[in-house]
T-cell receptor, first 110, second 113 residues
Framework: GENVEQHPSTLSVQEGDSAVIKCTYS??????FPWYKQELGKGPQLIID?????GEKKDQRIAVTLNKTAKHFSLHITETQPEDSAVYFC?????????FGAGTTVTVRA | DGGITQSPKYLFRKEGQNVTLSCEQN?????MYWYRQDPGQGLRLIYY???????QKGDIAEGYSVSREKKESFPLTVTSAQKNPTAFYLC????????????FGQGTRLTVV
C-alpha cells in the first residue's frame, strides 16, 4: 500500500519568513496530492492540491510542487502570519484510498 | 448549508462496550471515509466506502465495523475487540472517491473509562 512520509514534524518560523514542508510517497500510481490544515479540535480543511500532470501550483501565499520521478512533493508558505499556525498534513491518493503523512506542527512566532 | 456532520463531539465508553459514531453528509458524495487520529501519528484509515452497500477495510480495521445502507450515512462501530479505542475519530466524504477534495467532519473524541 501507499506510504507517505512527512518532514519536519515540527516547524517554528518568525512571522514574515517562509515555511517549507516536504513529503515523499511510495506508490507510483498515486495521482492526486492534497494538503490539509488542521486547527486544534477541528477537522482538517483542504488548502491546496495538485494533480500528477502538474509540476507546480500557487494560490496567493501558498504553493505546492510535485516531482513525480522522485516521488516527492512540497508545500511552501511565504510571508507567514500568526494565523498560519496549525498542523499541516500532506496526502497521496491512489484510486479511492487517501493516505496521509504524520503531520507538521507549524508555529509562527510574532 | 451543505456539509458533513459527526455526532457526538465527545463520547465516553466503558471498557467492554460497543459504541457507534455517527457520520452524515448532504453533499451528495459517493465516497465516505473513517480515520483515526492519535497524537504524532497523523490520520490512519479505518474503513472507506466508494458506494452504497459496499465498503473496504483500511489500514487499521481490526476492532471496528461499518455499514453503508444510505448514501448520506456511514456509521462506525467501535467494538470491544478494539484494544485501544481512545482517540479522535474523523469522518470524510468526497465526490468521486479520492481525485477530488475530501471534506471532513469536526470529529468525535472517544474516551474509554
Amino acid at each position: 500500500g501507499e506510504n507517505v512520509e512527512q518532514h519536519p514534524s515540527t516547524l517554528s518560523v518568525q512571522e514574515g519568513d517562509s515555511a517549507v514542508i516536504k513529503c515523499t510517497y511510495s506508490d507510483s500510481a498515486s495521482n492526486y496530492f492534497p494538503w490539509y490544515k488542521q486547527e486544534l479540535g477541528k477537522g482538517p480543511q483542504l488548502i491546496i492540491d495538485i494533480r500528477s500532470n502538474v509540476g507546480e501550483k500557487k494560490d496567493q501565499r501558498i504553493a505546492v510542487t510535485l516531482n513525480k520521478t522522485a516521488k516527492h512533493f512540497s508545500l511552501h508558505i511565504t510571508e507567514t502570519q500568526p494565523e498560519d499556525s496549525a498542523v499541516y498534513f500532506c496526502a497521496a491518493v491512489n484510486d479511492y484510498k487517501l493516505s496521509f503523512g504524520a503531520g507538521t506542527t507549524v508555529t509562527v512566532r510574532a | 448549508d451543505g456539509g458533513i456532520t459527526q455526532s457526538p463531539k465527545y463520547l465516553f465508553r466503558k471498557e467492554g462496550q460497543n459504541v457507534t459514531l455517527s457520520c452524515e453528509q448532504n453533499l451528495n458524495h459517493d465516497a465516505m471515509y473513517w480515520y483515526r487520529q492519535d497524537p504524532g501519528q497523523g490520520l490512519r484509515l479505518i474503513y472507506y466506502s466508494q458506494i452504497v452497500n459496499d465498503f473496504q477495510k483500511g489500514d487499521i480495521a481490526e476492532g471496528y465495523s461499518v455499514s453503508r445502507e444510505k448514501k448520506e450515512s456511514f456509521p462506525l462501530t467501535v467494538t470491544s475487540a478494539q484494544k485501544n479505542p481512545t482517540a479522535f475519530y474523523l469522518c470524510a466524504s468526497s465526490k468521486t472517491g479520492g481525485r477530488t477534495e475530501a471534506f471532513f467532519g469536526q470529529g468525535t473524541r472517544l474516551t474509554v473509562v
